[in-house]
């Protein structure tokens, strides 16, 4: 059994930045792909960022490549999402997901563990 909690989330000025945290509970998450999704106001959910440590790749969607950065503490058992020149179109549920033995995937339907979200608020 793995828990996740996302934390970080708030509202910034277009522009600005946030890190939004995802810790980790209970199994150890050693070979796991990490994967970050949002989910706007009446928009589908949308593959973020994700990497793997059985692979060690590491992908980003277009729309935030260049702009945030996924990374990992294997000491706290967290991964990390550092979010750069924020605009009012990344405003949404932000969620972080595992998946043992995975691959860094944008499919959701490949994670088995879910994060209960953190809202991320862009102002114009």
């Known amino acids: 059994q793995v828990q996740l909690t996302e934390s970080g989330g708030g509202l910034v000025q277009a522009g600005g930045s946030l890190r939004l945290s995802c810790a980790a509970s209970g199994r150890t998450l050693t070979n796991y792909a990490m994967g970050w999704f949002r989910r706007a106001p009446g928009k589908e959910r949308e593959f973020v960022a994700a990497?793997?440590?059985?692979?060690?790749?590491?992908y980003y969607s277009d729309s935030v490549k260049g702009r945030f950065t996924i990374s990992r503490d294997s000491a706290k058992i967290a991964v990390y999402l550092q979010m750069n020149s924020l605009k009012p179109e990344d405003t949404a549920v932000y969620y972080c997901?595992?998946?043992?033995?995975?691959?860094?995937?944008?499919?959701?339907?490949?994670?088995?563990?879910w994060g209960q979200g953190t809202q991320v608020t862009v102002s114009s």
């Open positions: 990497f793997s440590w059985t692979g060690g790749n590491v």
């Open positions: 997901a595992a998946d043992p033995f995975g691959l860094a995937t944008p499919d959701p339907n490949e994670y088995d563990y």
